[in-house]
């Protein structure tokens, strides 16, 4: 799964937002993942993204534990390519929500999570808008090009 989780983590490195990456199934290892929850407000964490496929309960087993933010990445991996992914996190029963991008979109996992810290890091949104002033530029200087070549 690290390969569709990296989009997320080159995110959040180049907004210089510090994590921590670990491993846990909602199914294999339950334990492991309520534990990683219940203590993520003690080490420090602001906001969980939990990356899952197929029945990917995992986002929904954290935010049954925590009441810090949870990011739903859903892989697409299974015979159903990640549909059944994305619907096992959209689809939390009211009051235990788990906030979810789309099917292998990490970057936008951490680019979101990065949203959600800045709300309170002025330096952070800074970093933010600088991203999304080099989205634009991209996207007017490929513009351009094509515009030239007509």
Do not use: F
């Amino acid at each position: 799964d690290l390969e569709q989780v990296q989009g997320c983590l080159d995110a959040l490195k180049e907004l210089e937002v510090p994590y921590e990456v670990t491993v846990a199934s909602a199914h294999r290892t339950p334990d492991r993942a309520s534990e990683y929850a219940k203590t993520a407000a003690k080490r420090g964490l602001k906001v969980i993204i939990a990356a899952a496929g197929w029945a990917a309960h995992l986002p929904g087993v954290l935010a049954a534990y925590t009441t810090l933010p949870i990011i739903g990445l859903p892989l697409g991996g299974s015979p159903l390519g990640g549909k059944d992914a994305l619907y096992a996190m959209v689809q939390m029963p009211p009051g235990i929500p788990v906030a979810t991008v789309g099917i292998n979109t990490g970057r936008n996992a951490g680019i979101l999570a990065a949203q959600i810290l800045a709300v309170s890091d002025e330096a952070l949104s800074e970093r933010l808008v600088g991203m999304r002033q080099k989205m634009a530029a991209k996207v007017i200087a490929a513009a351009e090009k094509l515009g030239a070549g007509e």
